[in-house]
Each structure stands twice: as C-alpha cells, then as structure tokens.
C-alpha cells in the first residue's frame, strides 16, 4: 500500500496527545483516519469510463478535508444559474473530458481548478494532496458517464498549522457563470436519516427505480458566494446524482450502511456495460433519442432488476 502523508501525521498527532502538548483538536480523529485509509485501499470493480467515446466521459472530485474538530468534510458546489444544464443544482467540481490521454482524476483536477480554483501542485511546505481512489461510474441523466475522483488535502504541518483546513485559504469562484457558491458538509452526515437534514423517495426513471436523496446543508456564513447572488439562501439542498455519489463514498469509507432506504450497489457499471453492449454510448449524440429511451426496451425483466 502506497504511503500517504496523514499517516505520518497520526504520528504526530499521538505523540502530541501522549504528552498533552496540544488538546484534540490538533487532530485527526481514529474514525477520519479510519475513513481515509478505507478509501486508499478501495478496488473499485472493472470500468469502462477509458474505453468509451471521449464525448462520454467525465469525472467529479469529490474533496475531502479535516475541519477543526479532526473530522472530514467535503466541498460542494452550487452550479451557476445561467448554465443549460444542472443549473442552481448542487454538484462537485468537475467535468468532461478534452483529450484521450487524460485520466478521471486528470479531468476531475483540471476542471477543479477551472470552477473553484483549486490549485493543480501545491506548496509542499504548506499542504499535502493526495489522490485517494476512484469510485464506480454513473450514468448521468445527459447520458455522461461520471468517474467519481476523491482526494484529500491537509497542512503538511498539523502541529504548527492544525488539522482544520478553511477553504477560504485555497478556493474561490473562478467563473461566476459555472459556479454560485462553494461549501463545505460533514462527510459522515450524507449517512444521517436526520429530520430537517434528510428526505427522500422511490421514483422511477426511465423504467429503473430510482432513490431521490434529498439533502439540506445548512448555508454558513464562511461559504464562498458569487458576488451577484445575494446571501440570503438558509440551506444548500443537495439532491440527485450528487447525493447518490455521497451516500456510495461515505459508505465505503466508514463502512456503515446509511441510516435511510438506499440502492444497495454502487454506481452504474453494470448499466453501463450492457448499453455498450447493445449499442448505445457512441460517439454521436443524439439528445432527443437519448432522453426518451426506456431501458425496459432495451433490457428483459431479469437484467432490470439487476439494473
């Protein structure tokens, strides 16, 4: 297993706590690091994201951090009002594809730096990225298959620095148009069956059934915000796909079931495999077939409710 930076910084943390130098603050928690070292080692099952046309493919990072208290969050976004699609949806930073040769995490890094100014190398004195494991694709409802990416970044030095990391340091709204805000969420909440955090219902999309998650993330008066939208909004809900690829992460990494009703696989792939198979994911688009398409035509009973 590859060596990662937060190792070393249990280390220190231990030793602080050992000789009560520095309150638990200055720490990771057992159940971050935990969560974190779940991640790295995660296989994800066979993808076919590298294979597929280039006009299919795009990835998300989904970016954890420590906050104050040594627990993990995440950073989300809310889409910008005047894009055409996903508009004032919650979302993480990412996108498509623009060459062959790039990877998921290629993709998810370079549109990160594009929509919330995440930088692409970091100074190694002050902070440590690392790129922990991809998750299992998605099919999104524009027909892109969505390579989650996540990474984790912390001070490279915790006693000096602490653990928590305010994202005011490192991101900011690069292009109003793409993105309306940038927040941050407990990572360990989207497995929470809270009232006023969480609801959700069984629907059917396109002859599947489908887990809408709904979540409300408190708005804070430390979310970055586009200068033209006015901080009025109470709560962030997150919703959809973004939701579905939360509930998957946080799942593996602290290797709990969520506490409400949920689609018992992760990700898309086998989905995936089998509109390849008979033909659908090409090249060309064709936008009006695509949204019309029931996978009852395309797939018998017994692969449905595989699906």
């Known amino acids: 297993m590859r060596h990662l930076e937060f190792f070393r910084i249990e280390a220190k943390c231990n030793l602080i706590n050992k000789n009560h ?3 638990k603050k200055k720490m990771l928690s057992r159940t971050a690091l935990d969560c974190l070292q779940r991640l790295q080692s995660y296989n994800p099952p066979p993808t076919l994201w590298h294979s597929l046309p280039l006009s299919r493919r795009s990835a998300v990072l989904i970016l954890l ?5 040594g627990e993990l969050g995440v950073v989300l976004t809310m889409r910008g009002t005047g894009l055409t699609s996903f508009s004032n949806q919650a979302a993480f930073p990412g996108g498509k594809a623009d060459d062959e040769s790039e990877s998921p995490f290629s993709v ?3 549109e990160s730096f594009e929509e919330i100014g995440l930088p692409q190398t970091f100074d190694s004195s002050k902070y440590n990225f690392e790129n922990l494991t991809e998750l299992p694709c998605h099919l999104a409802r524009n027909w892109l298959i969505v390579r989650p990416c996540v990474g984790f970044i912390c001070h490279t030095n915790v006693i000096r620095d602490g653990v928590g ?3 005011n340091e490192l991101l900011s709204i690069t292009s109003e148009e793409e993105v309306g805000a940038i927040f941050t969420a407990p990572f360990d909440r989207f ?7 969480y609801k959700g219902s069984w629907m059917d999309w396109c002859g599947l059934r489908w887990r809408q998650h709904i979540f409300s993330v408190p708005a804070n008066v430390n979310d970055i915000i586009a200068p033209s939208i006015k901080k009025t909004q109470k709560v962030h809900p997150v ?3 973004t939701a579905r690829i939360l509930i998957d992460a946080a799942m593996i990494g602290f290797a709990k079931k969520p506490e409400m009703e949920y689609l018992d696989k992760a990700g898309d792939e086998l989905l995936i495999s089998n509109m ?5 994911l090409g090249a060309e688009r064709d936008r009006e077939r695509e949204m019309s398409i029931n996978f009852s035509d395309l797939f018998d009973k017994e692969l449905l409710g595989k699906l």
Do not use: C, S, T, Y
């Open 21 to 23: 130098l520095q309150n």
């Open 65 to 69: 951090h420590p906050n104050d208290d």
């Open 108 to 110: 998810a890094r370079r």
């Open 165 to 167: 990391i305010d994202i």
């Open 191 to 197: 497995l929470k069956n809270d009232k006023g955090w």
């Open 239 to 241: 919703w959809g796909l």
């Open 276 to 280: 390849v198979r008979v033909g659908e």
